[in-house]
């Protein structure tokens, strides 16, 4: 099965339906190259587990993202080791 993601799918990691996010379930992503998108992070990891939402905080000014993301998984258990991988 494969799972495509819409642009500004990550918009739910914050305001309104930011209750409703699962912070234990979260992992940070630094250094991102600037080319790297939503849909590229969403494509990359969900290779390795079950990914619920992604989201790049952008710049407003500019629209480039800010070279950190978050990337949200079913359990708190997946966002573990995802983070012991290194990412």
Excluded: C
């Amino acid at each position: 099965m494969k799972t495509r993601i819409a642009p500004g799918v990550g918009a739910n990691l914050l305001g309104q339906h930011s209750a409703e996010r699962n912070q234990d379930a979260t992992a940070d992503v630094n250094n991102l190259d600037p080319q790297v998108s939503e849909e590229l992070m969403w494509e990359l990891f969900v290779q390795a587990d079950h990914v619920v939402n992604v989201y790049v905080p952008k710049d407003r000014v500019t629209n480039l993202h800010q070279g950190y993301g978050f990337v949200e998984f079913r359990s708190e258990e997946d966002a573990d080791y995802i983070s012991s991988q290194g990412a």
